[in-house]
T-cell receptor, first 121, second 114 residues
Framework: AQKITQTQPGMFVQEKEAVTLDCTYD???????LFWYKQPSSGEMIFLIY??????QNATEGRYSLNFQKARKSANLVISASQLGDSAMYFC??????????????????FGKGITLSVRP | SQTIHQWPATLVQPVGSPLSLECTVE??????LYWYRQAAGRGLQLLFY??????ISSEVPQNLSASRPQDRQFILSSKKLLLSDSGFYLC?????????????FGEGSRLTVL
């Protein structure tokens, strides 16, 4: 079974509107971390936001917020006030295992297949 | 500040030829290092990761290999490339002790095997 599932087809959003990118995950670990990355057409991977499994509040970073629903195993990314520069591919990823010291299998991230977001002017 | 560089940025190689992609991290010590591959329109597939010199973990059986000859150097190699090795290769590093464990990526190397 896939650990990270991103099934939305290409997403379109009007500039200045909000958009939600879906991500569901599968793990039997109680402790894990969830990440979102942005990949513009240049190919670089840019870290956006992190949510720990024990974090009680949803993570926020500027215009990015993570809608974390633990029981549903979903970690959707919400981008508010979309900008043209937000057009890119977005990847959800998961690290399994406790945080703090990464010297084994808990050091690796498993990525989903990504979602393409296009912002219309 | 920490930086990561990988090269070459673009490579076109014939089937059966060897491969060497190099990645170097600066400004940190004892990093965890990773090689990912992204096929066209696909997600990132973890190929190898290393938590120390000489410690290489392989995630996917294939004709690729990785080596870590120095603390901040990670090399991806192949003796004979296959068509299926084409893709975008990303090197990444992370801090061994950190609150979140996020990965920081290099600029990527685009490999086309003909």
């Amino acid at each position: 079974a896939q650990k990270i599932t991103q099934t939305q087809p290409g997403m379109f959003v009007q500039e200045k509107e909000a958009v939600t990118l879906d991500c569901t995950y599968d793990t039997s670990d109680q402790s894990y971390g969830l990440f979102w990355y942005k990949q513009p057409s240049s190919g670089e991977m840019i870290f956006l936001i992190y949510q720990g499994s024990y974090d009680e509040q949803n993570a926020t970073e500027g215009r990015y917020s993570l809608n974390f629903q633990k029981a549903r195993k979903s970690a959707n990314l919400v981008i508010s006030a979309s900008q043209l520069g937000d057009s890119a591919m977005y990847f959800c990823a998961m690290r399994e295992g406790p945080p703090g010291v990464y010297t084994g299998a808990n050091s690796k991230l498993t990525f989903g297949k990504g979602i393409t977001l296009s912002v219309r002017p | 500040s920490q930086t990561i560089h990988q090269w070459p940025a673009t490579l076109v190689q014939p089937v059966g030829s060897p491969l060497s992609l190099e990645c170097t991290v600066e400004g940190t010590s004892n990093p965890n290092l990773y090689w990912y591959r992204q096929a066209a329109g696909r997600g990132l597939q973890l190929l190898f990761y290393s938590v120390g010199i000489g410690q290489i973990s392989s995630e996917v059986p294939q004709n690729l290999s990785a080596s870590r000859p120095q603390d901040r150097q990670f090399i991806l190699s192949s003796k004979k490339l296959l068509l299926s090795d084409s893709g975008f290769y990303l090197c990444a590093w992370s801090v061994r002790t950190a609150n979140t464990g996020e990965l920081f990526f290099g600029e990527g190397s685009r490999l086309t095997v003909l």
